[in-house]
């Protein structure tokens, strides 16, 4: 759900539901944090800053997941492509790469039939938080962001276009 936000200080009310002890080694090193799970939040004003930087932790979502992975299908040698070709068109393969897609199809398979309709047809998008993959969150937000031309409003916890009304009355009245 944080993942949306710019770096900075937002207040509001937060429902929090849990909070709990967590450890992972990195750099050679055990890291202990204390978590919490949120559940909702409802900001009422936000301010974006820079945090001031600190030494990089691994990020959540690339720790390893508790459940074991399902045996790999065996792996089909792909068809060989000319040399220095690095063209990438299957959208499995552009997700593990991190980068975003840049097809309708890779869109529509980013975000899902439903959302994808709302992002074809230029409205406003509320993503779901609770996806159960991280990553692909990360990939919406920044495809919204940086290949769609939709900018996020925190006090709505959603995407706008940015050529929208709202977005515009949003801007101008931050300035």
């Known amino acids: 759900m944080l993942d949306q936000f710019e770096e900075g200080v937002y207040s509001g009310r937060f429902a929090?539901?849990?909070?709990?002890?967590?450890?992972y080694s990195a750099n050679g090193r055990m890291v202990l944090e204390v978590r919490a799970k949120l559940d909702d939040l409802q900001i009422s004003d936000g301010n974006?800053?820079?945090i001031p930087e600190s030494q990089p932790?691994?990020?959540p979502a690339d720790e390893p997941k508790a459940e074991v992975a399902p045996a790999a299908a065996p792996e089909v040698p792909?068809?060989?492509a000319p040399a220095?070709?690095?063209?990438?068109?299957?959208v499995e393969t552009v997700q593990q790469l991190g980068a975003a897609p840049a097809t309708e199809a890779g869109d529509e398979a980013l975000f899902g039939e439903e959302l994808y309709?709302?992002?074809?047809a230029r409205e406003a998008v509320k993503l779901d938080p609770a996806i159960d993959d991280r990553r692909q969150f990360r990939q919406q937000r920044d495809r919204l962001k940086h290949g769609l031309d939709y900018g996020f409003i925190a006090e709505h916890q959603?995407?706008?276009?940015i050529?929208?009304?709202s977005y515009k009355a949003f801007l101008a009245n931050r300035g």
């Open 78 to 80: 792909a068809p060989s």
């Open 158 to 161: 959603a995407w706008y276009p």
């Open 16 to 23: 929090v539901s849990r909070i709990f002890p967590w450890s």
């Open 48 to 50: 974006e800053q820079a």
């Open 117 to 120: 309709a709302r992002v074809a």
């Open 163 to 165: 050529e929208s009304e």
């Open 57 to 59: 932790e691994p990020d």
């Open 84 to 90: 220095g070709a690095t063209e990438v068109t299957d």
